[in-house]
């Protein structure tokens, strides 16, 4: 093993790293919280249309949509071309749907000029 002197060395540099180190001090406790008790019972309340489009009568869509008919597309007169210009993808305007209870819907989407129908 080491001499006496590589063993002094050692514990020297041991009692040194370890007074470097913080102390480790513990996690300061949370304060004890009084008993309250429990919640007074009260009658509760509930709002019938609470948020608008749930009602029979509202403007609400019913999922899922269905696309009756392709042909109800309509288009952008100028589409998106591919990258190397050989090719122009259609860009779509207008999507007519329906909803599960036969409601119709319509989506327009934007683009960048007047559809053509």
């Given at each position: 093993?080491?001499s ?5 060395i050692s ?9 470097s ?19 007074a ?6 709002e ?22 392709y ?14 210009g050989l090719?122009?993808y ?11 209870n ?5 989506i ?10």
């Amino acid at each position: 093993m080491g001499s006496a002197k590589d063993q002094r060395i050692s514990e020297t540099l041991m009692q040194n790293l370890a007074e470097s180190m913080p102390r480790e001090r513990p996690s300061p406790a949370l304060k004890r919280e009084r008993k309250r008790g429990g919640i007074a019972a009260k009658r509760g309340y509930f709002e019938r249309q609470y948020q608008p489009g749930t009602g029979e009568t509202t403007g609400g869509i019913a999922s899922p949509l269905e696309e009756v008919s392709y042909s109800n597309r309509l288009y952008h007169t100028s589409g998106i071309p591919s990258t190397d210009g050989l090719f122009v993808y259609p860009l779509l305007s207008r999507l007519q749907l329906e909803d599960d209870n036969g409601a119709p819907v319509t989506i327009y989407l934007a683009g960048t000029s007047e559809p053509t129908p």
